[in-house]
């Protein structure tokens, strides 16, 4: 697909050119702090799971902070699937250098490696993976592909209602009316942005290409995967850093789901 090998070179320049809290030491930050890369509501989701001597997989990894510290916890085996090769590079050199159980390894989510079928028993995928796919029926297939019978997997994400919200930094945002409604929330459009703010404040010539999906696609698309939905939790914070104005306001700007493969 044209729109991933582009989210690819994307990714990897905006990676080559991270700022502020992208470009520093993750090494320092896995030694001093019990969690450092977890919001707590959802850590303490994952914690009341017995990760010792199990494989978890995780889904788009980014720079792989996550899942370094999920493999600080005693698990046999960590690998995490990413699109960006320098993300992946970065990701394996901190493993090795804290010679950590954890590979990552660079390729399409949708084309993971057979080898991985059924290798799992516990999955990850936290915020901004989702947004990346056309179509979350097939993203899902791949996941509960690679998951053991009866594997659990966690997911914490941006909740679809922000799809309706405008940022500051949008054309359509109202400072008068941060909270108000702006967008359809069912729209399919395809959302096209140059340079990726949180990791780069330059922006750059490659296209990110992105896509919205509602929470009923989201739970469909699990169904339909063979996934039963154990846990679902809605959560007043945001996780994604753009909506955090309207923290602990009552509006539903994040979610966890837990789920297990039938």
Known sequence: MSYINENKKAWEKAFDHRSGHYSEDL??????????FFHQDFFDIISSHNLTDKTIGQFCTNNGRELLQLSTMGVDKAIGFDLA????????????????PAKFIQTNILEIDRMYNSYFDYGLITVGAMCWFKDLNTFFKKVTDTLKPSATLFIHESHPFELMLATPYEDDYIESSPKALVYDYFSKKVWEEHGMGYMSEEKLENTFTSFSHSLSDVFTALINNGFEIILFKEFDYCIGNILNHLDHQGIPLSMAIVATKK
């Open 85 to 100: 090769q320098n993300m992946v590079d970065y990701a394996n050199d901190i493993a090795s250098t804290l010679n950590l």
């Open 27 to 36: 090494i320092e930050k896995l030694k001093e702090h019990k969690q450092p």
